[in-house]
């Protein structure tokens, strides 16, 4: 049983372009999380995506930034137009349906995006 | 609103001796509470959760916490550390949207603490 596979585990992106981070959770799990951990910081939750709905955004900003758990395939973080600000450690969780706030999280070993 | 405090961004201890980091959370209702791990460019690895059974938990690797009510603390401890211990602790308060025991409640992670082992 995979764990939560995250790739590419390092993206270099110059400013301008586009992001694209892509999180397969653990198989059965159907909630997807995307938290941003920013250098010295802890990680800051993002958003919450079940199956073709997002639940929960209020940690996104509102701008350039767009995520997106589909029925087939894996969920996807879109970054445009990124900016030096984005570079950050993003990491995917997942869990179950249905588990309730006793559940610990299984996180992907994230992607290192570099914005240069 | 929930929150969580660790109280030193760096502990250096020498490799045998006991590991003690420290986390101070802020919860409107009885929280669940984690300890997890980041080895240098690695993800995050849970060490141990406290979700209101007993107050002692045991984690993985030797380590383990206790959850204080009266003093709003969930400290992390081993009583040996090893070379391999070193790493970023994070302490996690999961936060609370919508109705209780809904999945897809937010975790609130504390700043870290690295700590540092020597032989």
């Known amino acids: 049983n995979a764990g939560v596979m995250q790739n590419p585990r390092h993206l270099v992106r110059r400013r301008g372009q586009e992001a694209r981070l892509r999180c397969s959770p653990m198989k059965g799990h159907s909630h997807v999380y995307w938290y941003r951990q920013l250098p010295e910081e802890g990680l800051k939750f993002m958003v919450y995506?079940?199956?073709?709905?997002?639940?929960?955004e209020s940690g996104m900003p509102k701008e350039r930034f767009s995520a997106e758990f589909p029925k087939e395939g894996p969920s996807i973080l879109r970054i445009q137009q990124v900016v030096r600000g984005d570079s950050a450690a993003y990491f995917c969780?997942?869990?179950?349906?249905?588990?309730?706030?006793?559940?610990?999280?299984?996180f992907g070993s994230g992607t290192r995006l570099t914005v240069v | 609103a929930q929150s969580v405090t660790q109280l030193d961004s760096h502990v250096s201890v020498s490799e045998g001796t006991p590991v003690l980091l420290r986390c101070n959370y802020s919860?409107?209702?009885?929280?669940?509470l984690f300890w997890y791990v980041q080895h240098p460019n690695k993800g995050l690895q849970l060490l141990l959760k406290y979700t209101s059974a007993a107050t002692l938990v045991k984690g993985i690797n030797g380590f383990e916490a206790e959850f204080k009510k009266s003093e709003t603390s969930f400290h992390l401890t081993k009583p040996s550390a090893h070379m391999s211990d070193a790493a970023e602790y994070f302490c996690v308060v999961s936060g609370f949207r919508g109705r209780a025991n809904q999945a897809g409640t937010a975790l609130i992670f504390g700043k870290g603490t690295t700590l540092s082992v020597s032989s």
């Open positions: 995506l079940q199956k073709e709905n997002i639940i929960d």
């Open positions: 919860s409107s209702y009885s929280p669940s």
């Open positions: 969780a997942s869990s179950p349906q249905d588990r309730g706030t006793n559940y610990g999280y299984t």
